[in-house]
């Protein structure tokens, strides 16, 4: 403990939960748990398109803050530790365009979520990268 549990059809952070006390029982059905990995809040957003790699880093929310800086996302240099991590998914998964959320300190991140249909929200270079995918295996 503490876990971190959230519905099996999540699709944002609202319906992430931190249980700092073990729950009485665990419907695998409805909930997947993981333990709570430590870090600064932020997310590290890895968009993938056959062999290409985008990174977007999602910085922590702050419910205070105004609307345009809540949740701020910001482009990033490829981590070849994650691209060395994360491009090996896709050919597991049969995956060709995916995303994955890495959280954890920057010098130890780990893969806690693989997105078989991401957003590409934020990520300079993507729409041109996906649309040549499509061309190419349309």
Known sequence: LPIVR??????????????????????????????LIGG??????????????????????DASAPDSTRGRRQALPMDP???????????????EVYGLDFVGAPDDRVLIDVNPFP?????????DALWDYLEIHS
């Not at 699709?11 to 333990?35: G, K, N, T």
């Not at 600064?40 to 922590?60: H, I, N, R, T, W």
């Not at 530790?81 to 995956?95: F, I, M, N, S, Y």
């Open 6 to 35: 959230k519905p099996q059809a999540a699709s944002a952070r609202r319906d992430v939960q931190v249980l700092r006390e073990r729950p009485q029982a665990i419907d695998c059905e409805r909930w997947f748990h993981q333990e």
């Open 40 to 61: 600064d809040g932020s997310v590290c957003k890895m968009y993938c398109v056959a062999d290409q790699a985008f990174l977007v880093e999602e910085l922590p929310t």
């Open 81 to 95: 530790r994650l691209a060395e991590a994360g491009l090996p998914v896709g050919l597991l998964t049969g995956l």
């Open 119 to 127: 957003s590409f929200r934020c990520v300079p270079r993507a729409a």
